[in-house]
Nanobody, 124 residues
Framework: VQLQASGGGSVQPGGSLRLSCDAP????????IGWFRQAPGKEREGISY????????YYADSVKGRFTVSRDNAKNTVYLQMNRLKPDDTGVYYC??????????????????WGQGTQVTVSS
């Protein structure tokens, strides 16, 4: 397993979670990390991307202003802070790594390594 996503759980609407994407056997120095989610009965969609600098960040409109992606190079970890969660945010969240040369993208075909997914449930 090259990537490990963790930090999911069950929260009430308006709550927060922080997901982590660790790479125990992969140096992320040359990779951008994308966050994807798959809601029940829907296709997996890209919601965020974090490159190697602050200018290389992307958020889908559905999460913009509520989610923040950050990167700790010393820990070889990327985080997704999710605030003001809504029931529509429910799903399995995946992190994946794409070469930095691919640019800012959530095109899943550009991603070489995937984590196993972590469940996020937002419900009252």
């Amino acid at each position: 397993v090259q990537l490990q996503a963790s930090g999911g759980g069950s929260v009430q609407p308006g709550g927060s979670l922080r997901l982590s994407c660790d790479a125990p056997r992969l140096s992320l120095d040359h990779y951008g990390i994308g966050w994807f989610r798959q809601a029940p009965g829907k296709e997996r969609e890209g919601i965020s991307y974090r490159g190697d600098r602050d200018s290389k960040i992307y958020y889908a409109d559905s999460v913009k202003g509520r989610f923040t992606v950050s990167r700790d190079n010393a820990k070889n970890t990327v985080y997704l802070q999710m605030n003001r969660l809504k029931p529509d945010d429910t799903g399995v969240y995946y992190c994946a790594a794409a070469p930095l040369v691919a640019g800012v993208t959530v095109d899943q075909s550009m991603y070489l390594f995937w984590g196993q997914g972590t469940q996020v449930t937002v419900s009252s």
